[in-house]
């Protein structure tokens, strides 16, 4: 089998489910020794929170130890550690083995997330002011603690990648306050990382998922991957839902790119990125949410939402000129 990130170091801060799983396994198959971190450990779970059902974070089944095996069982190196992203003192540690076990660090994929039990469907006057502030505690700050002690050991190599892991391909207002800052906060974050590490050569990249078919995701809609098809009649946009190992692809295809750095600074999809480098999903197929989305109406809505966001700092005459052309089109 082919690996071409033979000999890399790679930290996967979140995977011990979900995407951030999909993601260490594929890099560990690609050849990169990987790291997985996350709270949920055989020894030890969080806290318990807030959550209900399979988003209930403490009760998940899942840990970084079973990531790790599952990277092993499948030709793979791992090495399991639990840690809190919001502690400094956990991440300077998980930092400090790094070096002492590898002396460098290729590929970071920021995949902490945490945020499903926190949000609320209620407008942000009404939203758990603590619920709300967790997230962004959960969600970003994590991120910038983790990159800000992990990045000087990535500069130490000759190249390499760092990965943003959001929601949603655009800038449209994700449905709630708290949710909307964390997902569009991490690709301001990519964005500004890149300027930074820009003449450093390490690139810094923003991803996302489609409808992805995570752990609790099954749960939630009572299948198993075996069976997730069933699923649909419940949703019908199942139907292009993607495994976590799809956007594990699209890291891993990103990590072996040798021009790689050319894609600095700029927000990526798994559909778009399958389209460029050719992966598959895990039974051969190729889901494409953003085309799915594009048809359907919350996808129109959506690039609405996005082009509204983009005219926040357009010249109100220059507006008025768009607008008038779109009428005269219509």
């Known amino acids: 089998m082919r690996r071409p990130l033979e000999g890399k170091v790679a930290l996967v801060a979140g995977a011990t489910r979900g995407a951030g799983r999909g993601i260490a396994l594929e890099l560990g198959l690609a050849g990169a020794h990987v790291y997985c971190t996350g709270r949920s ?18 009760h998940r089944p899942e840990t970084i130890e079973e ?6 069982a499948a030709g793979g190196s791992a090495t399991p550690m639990r840690v809190d992203h919001g502690s400094i003192e956990e991440v300077e540690a998980l930092v400090g083995r790094i070096d002492r076990e590898r002396g460098h660090l290729d590929v970071l994929v920021n995949d902490v997330w945490g945020g499903d039990e926190l949000s609320e469907e209620k407008p942000f006057w009404e939203h758990d002011l603590d619920k709300g502030l967790l997230m962004l505690e959960r969600a970003v700050h994590t991120h910038i603690i983790t990159s800000r002690h992990a990045v000087p050991l990535v500069l130490r190599g000759k190249g390499g990648l760092v990965v943003e892991v959001t929601d949603g391909a655009a800038m449209y207002y994700r449905g709630n306050v708290f949710y909307d800052l964390a997902k569009a906060g991490v690709i301001r974050l990519a964005f500004a990382m890149s300027e930074e590490l820009r003449d450093r ?15 609790a995701m099954l749960e939630y809609f009572g299948v198993t991957e075996g069976t997730w098809r069933d699923g649909v009649a419940k949703d ?7 495994t976590p190992r799809y956007v594990g692809r699209a890291v891993a295809a990103l990590a072996a790119d040798p021009q790689v750095r050319l894609r600095s600074g700029r927000g990526f999809s798994t559909w778009q990125l399958q389209a460029e480098y050719g992966f598959t999903d895990v039974d051969g197929s190729s889901p494409d949410w953003g085309a799915h989305a594009a048809a359907s109406g919350f996808g129109r809505e959506q690039a609405e939402s996005d ?11 220059a507006r008025r000129r768009r607008r008038k052309r779109r009428k005269g089109r219509k």
């Open 201 to 215: 050569g390490v690139a810094v990249v923003a991803l996302t998922p489609g409808f992805l078919r995570s752990e």
């Open 307 to 317: 082009r509204r966001f983009r005219e926040m700092f357009v010249p109100a005459p």
């Open 236 to 242: 019908p946009n199942f139907a292009v839902s993607e």
């Open 67 to 72: 990531t790790a095996e599952l990277v092993r």
């Open 41 to 58: 450990s055989r020894e030890r779970t969080p806290a318990p929170g807030p959550g209900k059902g399979p988003f209930d974070l403490a």
